[in-house]
């Protein structure tokens, strides 16, 4: 039972530095003038006007996208030390179950560092920050 909420925290982990990478190169594109309309210069797409610079594209697809990620994480977080503490608390004073029990809390609080981690250094690459 325990061994596929350890894959997902790996699987989460490569996931998340994964996205950036994605993301870092994605704004730079994004971010270069050639890939951009000239200044004052407008639009229109199916009828909507579009947006003239980065920040609309990462506001569209970015940010969104950021906030499901950290939302899902969040929740995989709490799932992970609930379940942790259920395991403590069932280990009956088994020392290699308290151990496990400790070891996934620690793996979890672990997990929260790296996101939020990996989140500042998001709010350093994207221009304008992230979840504005």
Do not use: H, W
Not at 17 to 22: A, D, E, K, P
Not at 106 to 119: D, I, N, P, V
């Amino acid at each position: 039972m325990l061994k596929p909420i350890m894959n997902i925290q790996k699987k989460l982990a490569v996931l998340s530095l994964l996205l950036t990478g994605v993301l870092a190169v994605t704004t730079s594109a994004t971010a270069s003038a050639a890939a951009l309309p000239a200044a004052g210069q407008n639009f229109a797409i199916n009828g909507q006007a579009a947006c003239e610079d980065a920040a609309c594209i990462i506001d569209r697809y970015v940010n969104p996208g950021i906030a499901l990620l950290s939302a899902t994480v969040a929740v995989i977080i709490v799932i992970s030390i609930v379940v942790a503490g259920i395991q403590y608390s069932a280990a009956g004073g088994d020392p290699s179950k308290v151990g496990a029990a400790k070891s996934r809390i620690g793996k979890s609080l672990a997990a929260l560092f790296f996101f939020f981690f990996l989140y500042a250094f998001l709010n350093y690459i994207v221009p304008g920050g992230v979840g504005k």
